[in-house]
Nanobody, 114 residues
């Protein structure tokens, strides 16, 4: 049974930081490019960041480049998103996604507000 469980979200002030985690099971994690997406109320889901199978290659949406960092640990089937210098426009539900798996987890809510 495929599982993707996101955690680490919360309420943070502008300029603050959060680290999201996504623990997975039920599929070949190390064979999948992993990504983080986000969806704000009334908006479409958007790709935030992706990391290659080895963890070496990483890509980011322009809106988060230089502030967010994606990483993965294939030993524990987990992908992370370090988010720094958070802005109110980063407020959204955040989801992780495996490239070859047609499944979405429940997500974790990030709210940036003073």
């Amino acid at each position: 049974q495929v599982q993707l469980v996101e955690s680490g979200g919360g309420l943070v002030q502008p300029g603050g930081s959060l680290r999201l985690s996504c623990t997975t099971s039920g599929f070949a994690f190390r064979d999948n490019i992993m990504s983080w997406y986000r969806q704000a109320p009334g908006k479409e889901r958007e790709l935030v960041a992706s990391v290659s199978i080895t963890g070496v290659a990483r890509s980011y949406a322009g809106s988060v480049k230089g502030r967010f960092s994606i990483s993965r640990d294939n030993a524990v089937n987990t992908v992370y998103l370090q988010m720094n210098s958070l802005k109110p426009e980063d407020t959204a539900m955040y989801y992780c996604k495996a490239a070859l798996v047609d499944y979405w987890g429940q997500g974790t809510q990030v709210t940036v507000s003073s």
